[in-house]
C-alpha cells in the first residue's frame, strides 16, 4: 500500500479514530487522527491523501471549516472524503447534497460497522486517485517553468539580437577611429605633445571597444579566445586591481582553492566577470560602513535537479564545475529584486549604470555556465558562478610578437567592406606596410573585382555582414574562381560567432573590428607567412 500519501481521520468522540488507523495500518497505510474538523484543517498540508470522517464530527461550524479547505484547494487537487455513517441513505443524500455544493468531487459514504476490506479499498482508491493529481500538478510545475525559462530565452534573444547589431555597427565605427589614430600614432615623434594626445585617442577607444564586447557579453556573442584557464589563478592575478576597485572600509578576502580543474574560457571576460561581481558587492556595503567582501574558487558534481534551480536561462547538462562565488555583507535583496538583477539596464544603484550583471550573465552563458543567486535583505548577497570543468590543462600564454618586429610584407590585398571608413583605414595601413590595395564596397563588387585580378591577388580582407551579397555569399564565389585564395574574415562580432558558418571551408584567419594597424599587419602576414 501507499506509504508516500497520509490518511487523516476525524472522529471526536470514543475510540472511532484509534480503531480506524489501527485497521488502516494492518493494511499499510499511514495514517494520523484529529479530535475534530478545526484541527485536521489548521494542520492539514501537502502528503494528505485522503480524510476519512465520523458523522460527529459535523459540528455546527464544522462544515464551514471544511468548507474553507476544500476552497483552498488548487485547481489540480480534489481530496478525497469518507463519511463514515450509522444512518445509511437519509445521510447519505444530506451530506452529498452539502459537500457537493461546497466542491468536493470524490465523496464515499461507509456504513458502520466497518468492514475493514471495503474500508481499505475505499482508501486505496483515493489515493490512487490523488497520486494522479500529484503528478498532474508535477507536469503542470514543469509546464509552467519550461514555458517561463522559454519567454526569459526569447527575451534574451531579442535583446540579445538587439545588443550584437548595435555593437557590430559601433564596432565598425570604431574600426576607422582606431585604425586612423594608431596610424597617426606612428607618424609622430614619440614622446611629443600631439603623441600623447593621439595615444589618448587609442586608449579612448579601446575603452569604448571594450563597452561594446559588453553588449555582445550580454547577448552571449562575445569574442572568446577560449584556453584552459585555473580560474584561481585568474582570480589572483587580478587581485590588487579590485583592492583599489572597492572603497577601503571593504576588506577583501580570498579563499581560492588550490589546483582546480581547468576550464575552458576567455581570460579577459572571466576577469571582467569577477570585477563586476566585486563592483556590485561593494556598492551593495552602505557608503562609509565597514564590510566584507570574499571571494572562493571550488568544484562542485551538479545534477538535474540543481540545474532547475539556476538563474533561468541557464541552459547546462549536470556534470563538474569549476565554481566561482562572490559574497558580500551588504543590504541584501528581495526576491523581487533578485528575479530582475540580470535584466539590462535594471539597477538599485545610481542611474547609469545597468550593463554590468547583464554582462555577467551573458558571459556565463556563452560560456556554457550557470549562476545561483543566495541573498537575504539585511544580511548580505552571494553570486555562485559554475564553469564546466575541463581535463585540459592551463598553458602559459605565449608571448605577443614584439611591436618593433617588420611587419612588412608584399603582394596585393583585396579589401572587400561596406563602411568606407573602413575600407579607407585598411588601404593606408596595408600600403604603409608594402602592400597593394584593391577596394570593393559589397561582396558582389568584390567578387566582380577579384575575377578581373585573381591572378594577383595574394588575399582578401572580407567583411561579414554587407549588403547585396553576405561575406558568406562572397567567399563561396571568390573560392569558386580560385580554391587556393586565403580569406581573411573582418567582423565586429566576435570570432566564434563569425566563423562558425565558414567551418572547414578553408578560411584563412579572422581579424575583430575593431583593430589597430599593427593588429590587421599581423593578421595579413600570418596568413601570408602560411603556406
Known sequence: MSQDLQVS?????????????????????????????RELCREAADG???????????????MEE?????DAQPAWSDIGLILLTSHGDRVQSAVHTKLQRRGARSVILIERPVRLLTLASS???????????????????????????????????????LAGGI?????????????????????VPRGSHLAMRLADVVNATERAAQLTKQLLAYAGKGRFVIEPLDLSHQVREISSLIQTSIPRTVQMRLELTESLPCIEADAAQIQQVVMNLVINGAEAIPEGQPGTLLITTGVQEVDDAYIQTTVPGSDIERGRYVT??????????????ISRIFDPFYTTKFAGRGLGLAAVRGIVRGHRGAIKVYSTPGRGTTFKLLFPATLKEDQKRRSRASEHASLKG????????????????????LERFGYEVILAEDGRQGVDAF?????????????????VMSGEEAFRELRMIRPDIKVILSSGYNEVEAIRHFTGKGLAGFVQKPYTSLRLAEAVQSVLNRH
Open 324 to 337: 566561482l562565488e562572490v559574497h558580500d555583507t551588504g543590504a541584501g535583496m528581495d526576491p523581487d529584486v
Open 451 to 467: 575575377r578581373r585580378s585573381a591572378d594577383r591577388v595574394d588575399a582578401v580582407l572580407l567583411d561579414m555582414t554587407m549588403p
Open 66 to 70: 471544511l468548507d474553507a479547505l476544500l
Open 9 to 37: 481521520v476525524v472522529a471526536p468522540t470514543g475510540r472511532d479514530a484509534q480503531l480506524v488507523c489501527d485497521m488502516l495500518a494492518k493494511r499499510g497505510f499511514a495514517c494520523r487522527s484529529y479530535s475534530d474538523i
Open 167 to 187: 555593437a557590430h555597427d559601433f564596432n565598425n565605427i570604431l574600426t576607422g577611429v582606431l585604425g586612423n589614430a594608431s596610424l597617426a600614432l606612428d607618424d
Open 123 to 161: 482508501v486505496e482508491s483515493l489515493l490512487q486517485s490523488r497520486r494522479r493529481q500529484y503528478q498532474i500538478r508535477d507536469y503542470l510545475e514543469e509546464r509552467i517553468r519550461n514555458e517561463s525559462r522559454l519567454r526569459e530565452t526569447q527575451k534574451l534573444e531579442s535583446v540579445g539580437i
Open 410 to 429: 608584399t603582394g596585393t590585398i583585396l579589401v572587400i567592406d561596406d563602411e568606407e571608413i573602413v575600407r579607407r583605414t585598411a588601404k593606408v595601413t
Open 48 to 62: 494528505v491523501g485522503a480524510i476519512i470522517f465520523t458523522e460527529e464530527a459535523l459540528v455546527p461550524g464544522a
